[in-house]
């Protein structure tokens, strides 16, 4: 049974139904119920007493609902579900401008210049976004402000003006009016139900931590070992159990008000993260781009159906269930990386990366605070020190009945922001080491995106920004692809142009020559089977993971009740509340 649904014209109502009927918690985020007799819109999969067929209808979006006038179920919170994957696996205006709008895009430069960098006018884009989707731009964003404003009204200590101007709105009236009109509720209301066990004690200024929903199963190992083989020092830190599910990974990623630190664990049924250091106007921001780089709002159980069916690929989906393409927390840096390890293996090109951060990364600004209360420079501390155990990249027991348990990463462990274009572009002959042709080329694509010649972002068309990069000296068709991929989030687009994967092709007597039109449009997922099947050669977490269903929910038809939600999470700062933030509007 395939999970997805298909938007290309109206919601099929008899399958959705069917759906909410089913309480089905994978279709929560691909569409919503509006309630007549109640007024309330819900997810899916709503514990509530399911309403009578003419009593309901559906939606393609949260804002859609509250356009008509409709308030957000307080029992089934439908704000706090995964994305939909339509967002990724269609590339017309509606989806591409979604994706941009999720990214803060609208928050930031308004529907005409959302407008334009889509490539069209703000009054085509309205009508086609408010015919396909129920909804226009400013709906659409007034939903994604609606939903970071309950986070920050439950789960942190912000007074009610500062969380309306961090979540986006012109004023506190707007603000207010909006909370009544989604949710039912004023937002001094909202507080009170929200967290009382927090209620007046002191939270951290610029902490919070969320529970990320996904669609299972998701492929832990497969993402942990993604992470940990591109670890730059510095920018990001991994700390690794024997379990190949359990590890926790951190980094500095560069936001539009700002720099944070984020720090993903996941846990059963959910993902963990807790971004520090941040300027609350970009929370929904790093959410998304947290989920982006994780493929959070993936259909999985679509995309193995599918390529499971294929007899050549049938082994390699029942070895990995639920293998997801890893995206990027910032497309520039996804850019140069790649470049950087053109031709070169994995553990060359991070040395090569490690070195650039280290020379031309930025400090992180709470590294810089550190230093002012020591009056020590951690980066040349680091340098100047003889190498201890704390200098390992990654710190894993070495044996399972390995006794030491290894201390998680601090704040300190992430010291340095990936360098912005304009510094590459400026000091890169001087750091980088290589081939003159290549140091060239990396050189004068930093200077391509410091001076906006080429517009790098998931709104793109993959088509299009394929045929862009190419364009630029150095770049190939297997940089091309693999970019593009990751950025669009793409899931159609086959790597037959990677070693690694010809390689696995070759394993099993496949001719990728012709592009297996027949695992389209999931050819970014098959070619990530490949790739783990080839590795897990010399990659022992990366083996045969079916019998461990350890991070699967029991039931995941379901949805958790709240009390089965109370899982363990990351540590947070004292007083400090965990929350949860999801979903397109």
């Not at 200590?157 to 012109?170: H, K, N, T, V």
């Not at 506190?172 to 937002?187: A, K, M, S």
């Amino acid at each position: 049974m395939t999970t997805t649904i298909d938007c290309a014209g109206a919601l099929d109502f008899d399958s959705c139904y069917r759906a909410v009927s089913a309480r089905d918690s994978r279709f929560d985020g691909q569409f919503f119920i509006a309630v007549h007799t109640t007024g309330i819109y819900c997810r899916p999969s709503c514990p509530a007493r399911t309403p009578h067929r003419q009593n309901v209808h559906f939606v393609l979006t949260a804002a859609a609902a509250q356009q008509q006038g409709y308030r957000a179920c307080r029992r089934c919170a439908p704000d706090a579900v995964p994305g939909s994957p339509r967002w990724n696996t269609h590339a017309d205006l509606s989806a591409r401008a979604m994706r941009l709008i999720a990214d803060g895009a609208l928050e930031r430069g308004g529907v005409e210049e959302l407008a334009a960098r889509l490539g069209y006018t703000s009054r085509h884009l309205t009508r086609v976004l408010t015919a396909e989707l129920g909804a226009g731009p400013l709906a659409l964003a007034r939903a994604h402000r609606a939903g970071t404003a309950r986070v920050l009204i439950q789960r942190t200590a912000m007074s009610m003006a500062d969380i309306a101007f961090a979540s986006g709105f012109r004023s506190v009236r707007q603000f207010n009016d909006t909370i009544r009109d989604v949710f039912g509720l004023t937002p001094s209301r909202m507080r009170s139900l929200g967290a009382p066990a927090a209620a007046g004690r002191p939270c951290a200024i610029g902490e919070v931590s969320l529970r990320l929903a996904y669609r299972p199963p998701l492929h832990l190992p497969w993402l942990r070992w993604f992470l940990g083989a591109h670890l730059v020092a510095g920018l990001e830190t991994m700390w690794t159990g024997s379990d190949p599910y359990e590890w926790r990974h951190s980094r500095a990623v560069d936001l539009p008000h700002g720099p944070a630190l984020a720090t993903i664990e996941p846990a059963p049924a959910h993902v963990n993260v807790r971004i520090e250091h941040l300027d609350m106007r970009d929370l929904g921001v790093a959410v998304n781009r947290v989920r982006r780089l994780l493929d959070l709002d993936a259909d999985p159980l679509s995309t193995d159906e599918a390529l499971g069916a294929d007899p050549d690929l049938a082994r390699l989906v029942r070895t990995a269930p639920g293998l997801r393409v890893p995206g990027t927390m910032d497309s520039a840096e996804t850019l140069i990386r790649t470049m950087i390890g053109q031709q070169i293996s994995v553990a060359a090109a991070r040395r090569h990366v490690d070195r650039l951060v280290d020379e031309l990364g930025r400090p992180a600004p709470w590294t810089l605070r550190d230093d002012s209360l020591t009056g020590v420079d951690l980066r040349d501390a680091r340098k100047l020190a003889p190498p201890g155990p704390d200098d390992a990249r990654t710190l894993t027991p070495q044996r399972p009945d390995d006794a030491r348990t290894p201390a998680p990463p601090g704040p300190g462990d992430a010291r340095r922001l990936f360098p912005t274009p304009a510094a590459i572009a400026e000091h890169g002959h001087t750091v980088l080491a290589g081939p003159r042709r290549r140091i060239d080329a990396i050189v004068s694509t930093a200077a391509v995106l410091a001076d906006n010649r080429i517009d790098l972002h998931p709104g793109r068309g993959a088509a299009d920004l394929r045929a862009e990069l190419l364009t630029l000296p150095g770049i190939g068709p297997w940089t091309a692809d693999y970019v593009t991929m990751r950025v669009t989030g793409n899931p159609d687009i086959m790597l037959d142009h990677d070693l690694v994967v010809r390689r696995a092709a070759a394993d099993l007597d496949l001719d990728l020559q012709h592009g297996h039109t027949a695992w389209s449009p999931w050819r970014s997922y098959a070619s990530m089977h490949l790739w783990r099947s080839r590795l897990s050669v010399s990659e022992p977490i990366l083996g045969d993971q079916t019998a461990d269903t350890s991070m699967l929910p029991k039931d995941s038809m379901r949805a958790p009740s709240p009390r089965s939600r109370m899982t363990r999470s990351i540590p947070a700062r004292p007083g400090q509340p965990v929350g949860t933030l999801e979903g397109a509007p």
